[in-house]
């Protein structure tokens, strides 16, 4: 059975020696937290990680979820595992005190989260979805929504959905069916079809409560392919009444779950909605005759939603990759296979240990070094977060700056969680290719990371489309001020050099293709498309690479002291030196490709 351990060490220099997290007391959620709190709640999350979740991740896959007459059952052990979730209070870890949650900050929930995925993303997204679900209705449901049932899904009593998917569209939502009437009573009667929707059914809860995107007819009671027409609603598979009190069953069923490639312990459902009842979420609509509907305020809350589900899925990379490449780590040790290339490591032995071999040493370490880099990113960006809801006065930069990360985040960060764990099943050999071994596991179930919450192509075309043109360009800008600000600080530093000399050139070839991009993107718009995924990937490798430098600058000062962990740094420099060397060399690449523009993609006879 594949292993998993906490990577309680990484977080300790991440939060304590790196981002100094404890000694940010004047950020909300802060104010008490010590370096103890973060400690326990990352062993305890650990430990239940490594002992309850894991043990249950290859024999779920093997089982799968089972329906039969509209009825969802989990694999064997999941609901004994989801029950000892709930009363632990894992799935309110993040949530505000007023809904029975523990109040503590996103980066917390951010690793608890990445360690749940790494034990058994399938058991994982149950509870993931219900935290997008729950933060949305309480940014934007009505008081009795946030008194009622907002406390019940903290609890984990019910879980909840996000339910965009209609067979016909996934990205293009302009084009959905589902729609929703309203009645004299202020409710509305939902129809339509949603698929692929995670947990949209299952015997964990009581109760699940599905937040739907549904279309609001015009006064002739037609819907037309527009946005402006969606609306945001909560549709609860038992009523709850708006004192509290749970009704009779809702007319949303289950029609089928997916038979799929990877995640087969999270049941992918067809949810059909037969005049369900829904509420809104959000002020009302416009909707006086002849006036032009606008979406509903609630619409924020549903795009809140899908950005903190966007960061939870890249941290799904993070996650794949690090399993994944602690049971590579374990396996290249004992396998044998040849001779060092220098000479016999182990001449007792018929055969060295595959890690004497340096191209297993690259797959190691390129995954090492990812996840390490890749988790600083994440951090940062959920500290980010933090200070954009605090009063101190960088906190629109900060703002920015989040906002920018979160297709990168989700799309880089998913594309090299899958890279990662298809390079672990390469140190296995034939061996990784087999079932038993756990490891090919790791490359089905990373790979749908890539493809929901809004597949990476889309992702990249928002970043090139959206973001990076938003406020005359001010994301951007931030972005390479305060990289730059870094690489000035340090440039006579020698012995940093050969980390912050990379980053230097990895910045001019990102801020060359920006320009690149804000030249030709506006006037052939193919250009921006062509370009869009590969600019994505080079702003996620000078990201990284800008945050292994600042690691290899620690690294180094704290080495100078001969501390006891002295191998904890030297790892650090170790994994910094590898991504300078192999990763910000692909700068180049990438730029060119960016700059290729789009004409001979368009000329492509693609019939
Ligand atoms: C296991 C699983 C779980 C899921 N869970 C949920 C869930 O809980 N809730 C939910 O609502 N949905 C869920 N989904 C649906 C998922 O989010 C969609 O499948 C995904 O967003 C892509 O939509 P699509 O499949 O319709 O692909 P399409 O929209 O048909 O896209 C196909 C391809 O075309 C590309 N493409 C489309 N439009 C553009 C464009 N404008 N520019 C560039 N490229 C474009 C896409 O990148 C993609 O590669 C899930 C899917 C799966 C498989």
């Known amino acids: 059975m594949p292993i998993y351990r906490a990577p309680l060490e990484d977080y300790r220099f991440l939060l304590h020696d790196f981002f100094e997290v404890a000694r940010r007391g004047d950020l909300p959620e802060f104010t008490e937290l010590s370096a103890e709190t973060i400690d326990d709640v990352l062993a305890n999350a650990g430990r239940f990680c490594e002992e309850v979740l894991r043990p249950l991740n290859q024999s779920g896959d093997a089982e799968g979820c089972h329906f039969e007459n509209g009825v969802v059952r989990t694999p064997k052990g999941f609901r004994e595992a989801y029950k000892a979730f709930a009363e632990a209070g894992w799935s309110g870890l993040g949530a505000p005190a007023q809904f029975g949650g523990s109040d503590l900050p996103g980066f917390l929930t951010l690793l608890v989260n990445e360690m749940m995925q790494s034990a058994n993303q399938s058991f994982a997204m149950y509870p993931a979805l219900s935290m997008a679900a729950y933060s949305a209705l309480a940014a934007s449901g009505a008081p009795w929504m946030k008194q009622h049932v907002v406390p019940r899904m903290v609890s984990g009593e019910w879980t909840g959905t996000m339910c965009l998917t209609e067979p016909h569209c996934g990205t293009d939502l302009r084009l959905m069916k589902t729609r929703a009437v309203e009645q004299d009573d202020g409710t509305y009667r939902m129809s339509g079809t949603k698929i692929f929707i995670s947990g949209g059914e299952h015997d964990l809860a009581d109760n699940i409560i599905h937040m739907v995107i549904a279309k609001i007819p015009d006064e002739s009671g037609k819907i037309r392919d527009d946005l402006s027409m969606v609306n945001f609603f909560m549709v609860p598979k038992y009523i709850v009444k708006e004192d509290g009190r749970v009704g009779a069953r809702n007319g949303v069923f289950c029609g089928g779950i997916e038979h799929k490639m990877g995640i087969r312990a999270n049941a992918t459902c067809v949810l059909n909605f037969e005049e369900a009842v829904a509420w809104r979420v959000g002020p009302k609509p416009a909707s006086a005759q002849g006036e032009k509907r606008s979406s509903s305020g609630g619409m924020k809350g549903m ?210 293709a920006t320009l690149w991009l804000a030249q030709h993107g506006l006037a052939n718009p193919n250009d921006a498309g062509a370009g869009a995924v590969d600019y994505l990937r080079l702003m996620g490798i000078v990201v990284v690479g800008w945050m292994w430098a600042r690691m290899a600058k620690l690294a180094l000062a704290r080495l100078a002291n001969a501390p006891a962990n002295a191998a904890l740094y030297r790892e650090k420099l170790i994994s910094a030196r590898y991504w300078m060397e192999r990763m910000m060399p692909e700068c180049a690449t990438l730029r060119a490709r960016v700059e290729a523009g789009s004409a001979t993609l368009m000329a492509f006879e693609a019939q």
């Open 303 to 512: 795009f809140a939603m899908m950005n903190a589900a966007r960061l939870g899925v890249g941290v799904q990379g993070i996650a794949i990759a690090e399993v994944a490449q602690q049971n590579a780590r374990a396996w290249v040790h004992e396998r044998r296979a040849g001779r060092a290339l220098t000479g016999a490591q182990d001449p007792d032995a018929s055969a060295d240990p595959i890690i004497v071999h340096p191209d297993i040493r690259r797959m190691l370490l390129h995954a090492r070094a990812f996840v390490e880099g890749a988790r600083a990113v994440a951090v940062w960006t959920a500290l980010n977060m933090a200070i954009a809801h605090s009063a101190r006065p960088e906190r629109e930069t900060a703002e920015l700056l989040a906002d920018l990360m979160t297709p990168v985040i989700k799309a880089f960060f998913t594309d090299m969680g899958f890279e990662c764990a298809n390079l672990a099943m390469q140190c296995y050999g034939g061996h990784g290719y087999i079932s038993d071994n756990g490891v090919e596991q790791f490359v089905r179930d990373g790979r749908i990371n890539q493809i929901y919450e809004g597949a990476n192509g889309v992702q990249a075309m928002d970043l090139v489309g959206r973001k990076l043109g938003r406020k005359g360009g001010a994301a951007p800008l931030a972005l390479f001020d305060t990289i730059n600000r870094f690489i000035s600080d340090n440039a006579d530093d020698a012995g940093l050099a050969p980390f912050v000399k990379p980053v230097q050139t990895g910045l001019g070839e990102l801020q060359g």
